[in-house]
């Protein structure tokens, strides 16, 4: 509880006796409580630090609504902004605050439901076998380690363009090794399309949403060769960037061999296609998956390099240093890197939120400003949501501004603490403490977007992190000055052993008994309420802290809840699986539907993989007609060409029959799941007491659920 006082009210509590301590004590805890109106009052002087939290509000609750919102809702919401405004600027001292908040929370959904329907994009409503042609925009790896490609200007058979998806993603199966993809091809191709999947269960992650804000319009893939119909343009300067991305990664690549080079490509071009699945697997299992993401420790880490080594540089001037402005001059050239690292690096929404938060940062030391503050963070933010307040959803968003302000919220004391530390140690331990400060203010994030946390992150970092300021980053520039002398040679080797060494402490860390703890999904509420906690926390004193403490604690109850309430029964949206919750975990129908099982399991906090889940005692019967107890009733699932044939004997007997192909007409009193059923409530959980959510009931109706 001592979080909830000031320093000064603490000592004068320890000072007190008897009878005065309580009063004093009560005042440093709840002081808000006795003048409220002048709390307030005092409070919007951190109206600005609250901008995000507010528009953060708005978004959040576009995304919770169950239905898409119509012109009422959004002209409701505009009178609200519109008087809120009024009442900030011409009210009350004490209710400014409130109406400024209620204001940007207004706006925050109008923005939210403007920005979903400016990238609104047809998407596919069937699955489609046949001719695809389009322009590679995008290259990639999917987790089987195969190729995949991003289309525009797509043009699909017998599809009207109005129709059309204005993106497509194809996976490339088979032998595709003659083929050397380029951004800004035109290819054409036979692929296997449909609309993006639903989520795998009611509460998961919802893919759709995340392919409307991308305008991606189907997903699929091709066993036939891809076909070229014309190079890259070179007028095309929308895929310039591209191109010298894949033309520089592999150029790193050519200099450094095997999983190192692709690393070093990943950090410095953001163009992670070269990867390997188990590359990407032990660094997401050791905490350093975060080093392969462009954001704001690359981006930090190269203005840095590059504003450290204008300053010092221009200092050897000797007296003309004394009276050029040679921080302000660092600061431009910092900003110019940045600018140019963002280009290069491509439009991941990490990288672009890196940059607005490093060009703040930046543009405030040409101000005269302090560069690293809580207004800093608070600014970038709220552009971000204002620019694309899906952001909010993203765990990027989320770990990056979570991690900051945590780190900035220390700063203060690691300053006065570090002073009574031996100089010797203070770089090792500061090390240590930011690791364990970013790691422990990421942590729920993580947890909770995937339900999984290394154990070991925090030794892993400490580890890898000084091998990126010291030797990755700083090598990379210098082997950008060197190149057109020819003389990156030595700065590439270096920068190679700087990644050989961090997959080395990746493979080592993750190699470790008990190097990851599966985590159970947590409910809807609980990351919102631990971040308004942890904000309120760091915004507001006396009661607003004690306040602030118990929205973390509810948030950390009712996870603590979530694993008792992991759904007995699970039904994928298309009849693929079945799993069916038991004492040793959940069982499966079968080893297959990988992804959807995968997820399945890895909300329940289960490590098992899906052979050992399948081989659980719960279903047995041939592979066809898996049967299994559920509730005291019969419960099968039925899949292959004679599903149809068994179906009026297994209905007969009651109980749940799931099937993977559409019925015309019921067949007997059992409560059939099939095909047709499954398409308009997504998929299905069923509790141990019967009680059914499916994905439509959570989901709702909205512009990326409609069929």
């Not at 409220?36 to 609504?65: E, T």
């Not at 809120?84 to 409130?98: D, E, H, V």
């Not at 590359?279 to 998956?289: K, N």
């Not at 592979?623 to 699932?637: D, E, S, W």
Request: with cysteine; glycine share 10%; proline share 7%.
């Amino acid at each position: 509880m001592a979080i909830n006082a000031e320093p000064g009210d603490w000592a004068q509590a320890e000072g007190a006796t008897g009878a005065g301590r309580a009063p004093r004590l009560i005042a440093a805890l709840f002081g808000g409580l006795s003048d409220p109106l002048g709390a307030l009052a005092r409070a919007r002087a951190q109206l600005f630090l609250w901008m995000p939290v507010a528009l953060g509000v708005g978004v959040g609750a576009y995304f919770s609504l169950g239905v898409e919102p119509g012109w009422s809702i959004y002209l409701t919401a505009l009178t609200i902004c519109a008087v809120s405004l009024t009442l900030w600027l011409r009210g009350a001292a004490w209710f400014r605050l409130p109406a400024a908040l209620i204001a940007l929370s207004a706006l925050g959904l109008m923005l939210a439901g403007l920005r979903a329907h400016l990238v609104a994009a047809p998407v596919l409503q069937y699955r489609y076998y046949g001719p695809v042609s389009g322009r590679i925009v995008k290259i990639d790896r999917a987790r089987s380690d195969l190729i995949r490609l991003t289309l525009d200007r797509v043009r699909i058979d017998r599809i009207p363009p109005a129709k059309t998806p204005a993106r497509v993603r194809v996976t490339l199966h088979g032998d595709q090794s003659q083929f050397s993809p380029e951004p800004g091809t035109q290819v054409m191709l036979t692929a296997n399309l449909s609309p993006p999947p639903p989520p795998a269960a009611p509460r998961g992650y919802d893919f759709r949403r995340t392919a409307w804000f991308d305008r991606l319009g189907a997903i699929g893939y091709t066993r036939a060769p891809v076909l070229r119909i014309a190079p890259p343009d070179p007028g095309d300067w929308a895929m310039a960037a591209h191109r010298a991305r894949m033309r520089l990664s592999a150029a790193i690549q050519s200099r450094i061999a095997g999983q190192p080079g692709a690393v070093a490509a990943a950090l410095m071009t953001g163009d992670r296609s070269g990867l390997s699945e188990a590359t990407r697997e032990a660094m997401r299992r050791s905490s350093l998956a975060h080093l392969i993401a462009i954001s704001g420790l690359h981006m930090g880490m190269l203005a840095g390099f590059v504003f450290g080594l204008v300053r010092y540089g221009l200092a050897l001037a000797g007296r003309p240093a004394l009276i050029w402005p040679t921080k302000k001059l660092a600061a431009i050239a910092a900003l110019i890197a940045a600018s140019g690292y963002l280009w290069l690096a491509g439009p991941a929404v990490s990288t672009q939120r890196a940059w607005i938060m490093v060009s703040i940062m930046l543009l405030a030391v040409l101000a005269d400003r302090r560069a690293l503050s809580l207004r800093t963070v608070a600014l970038a933010a709220s552009l971000l949501l204002i620019w694309r307040p899906e952001s909010l959803t993203e765990p990027g968003f989320q770990m990056s501004f979570a991690a900051t302000t945590a780190l900035i919220v220390a700063l203060g004391p690691w300053t006065r603490t570090s002073r009574h530390l031996p100089r010797l140690l203070r770089p090792v331990l500061m090390l240590v403490a930011t690791s364990l400060i970013a790691g422990a203010a990421t942590a729920p994030i993580v947890a909770a977007q995937f339900h999984r946390l290394s154990e070991y992150g925090v030794l892993a970092n400490l580890f890898a992190v000084p091998a990126m300021g010291l030797v990755i980053m700083p090598m990379g520039v210098l082997a950008a000055l060197l190149a057109p002398l020819g003389l990156a040679g030595p700065a590439l080797w270096a920068m190679g052993q700087g990644t050989a060494w961090i997959l080395r402490v990746a493979e080592w860390v993750s190699g470790l008994e008990g190097s990851v703890l599966a985590i159970v999904q947590p409910g809807p509420w609980v990351i919102p309420s631990i971040a308004l906690g942890a904000l309120g926390g760091i915004l507001t004193r006396g009661a607003g802290r004690s306040a602030s403490v118990v929205l973390i604690l509810l948030g950390g109850a009712l996870w603590l809840r979530a694993g008792a309430e992991r759904p007995a029964l699970l039904i994928a949206p298309e009849a693929q699986q079945v799993g069916l919750m038991t004492s040793q975990g959940r069982a499966l129908s079968k080893p297959g539907a990988g992804f959807i099982s995968e997820r399945w399991l890895a909300a329940d906090g289960d490590e098992a993989t899906l052979e050992e889940a399948a081989a659980r005692p719960a279903f047995s019967g041939p592979r066809g007609a898996r049967i299994a107890q559920f509730r005291r009733a019969p419960l099968t699932h039925l899949t292959g060409k004679s599903a149809k044939e068994v179906l009026p004997a297994i209905c007969a007997k009651g109980g749940i029959v799931v099937i993977s192909t559409g019925v015309e007409t019921p067949t007997g009193p059992c409560d059939l799941w099939d095909a047709a059923r499954l398409r308009e409530t997504g998929a299905v959980a069923i509790s141990a007491k019967g009680e059914v959510t499916t994905t439509a009931q959570i989901k709702g109706r909205r512009l990326w659920t409609r069929p």
